[in-house]
């Protein structure tokens, strides 16, 4: 019977730690129903983030996986809630048009275009 409780204990205490909720680093969000932006970055840590887009203006809410070959993130980080990307379209039809998202300090504005839309950069810590 001894030789159960310490794979009983450590089963039980990992059930009791948190679960991790997102992966999320960063998230653009902008615009109000029914018209919106989001972009969210998606990593653990400042270094080459999953970067989604989102927009109903754009594809219907539909959300799509930038390639870091069309984009340049100049400058992202986490803890200081700043970035610039620069995403460029290769003229592909099913990605978003061109936008540059420029953001600190917990406001941000999406140019898209000749649209230049204020949002707000939230970041975990």
């Known amino acids: 019977m001894k030789k159960w409780t310490t794979p009983?204990?450590?089963l039980l205490a990992l059930a009791g730690q948190p679960a991790s909720a997102s992966?999320?680093?960063c998230f653009f969000d902008s615009g109000q129903d029914p018209e919106y932006y989001e972009l969210e970055f998606i990593g653990y840590d400042d270094i080459n983030p999953m970067i989604v887009?989102?927009?109903t203006v754009n594809g219907s809410g539909k959300r799509i996986t930038l390639s870091s070959?069309?984009?340049s993130l100049e400058h992202f980080s986490q803890k200081t809630a700043t970035v610039h990307l620069e995403f460029r379209?290769?003229?592909d039809d099913s990605?978003?048009?061109s936008?540059?998202?420029i953001g600190r300090n917990g406001l941000a504005q999406l140019k898209i275009g000749p649209?230049?839309?204020d949002g707000s950069l939230r970041c975990g810590s």
């Open 8 to 10: 009983v204990i450590t």
């Open 99 to 101: 936008f540059t998202l």
């Open 115 to 117: 649209t230049a839309v």
């Open 89 to 91: 379209n290769p003229g």
């Open 53 to 55: 887009f989102s927009s």
């Open 69 to 71: 070959e069309n984009y």
């Open 95 to 97: 990605l978003p048009p």
């Open 23 to 25: 992966q999320t680093a």
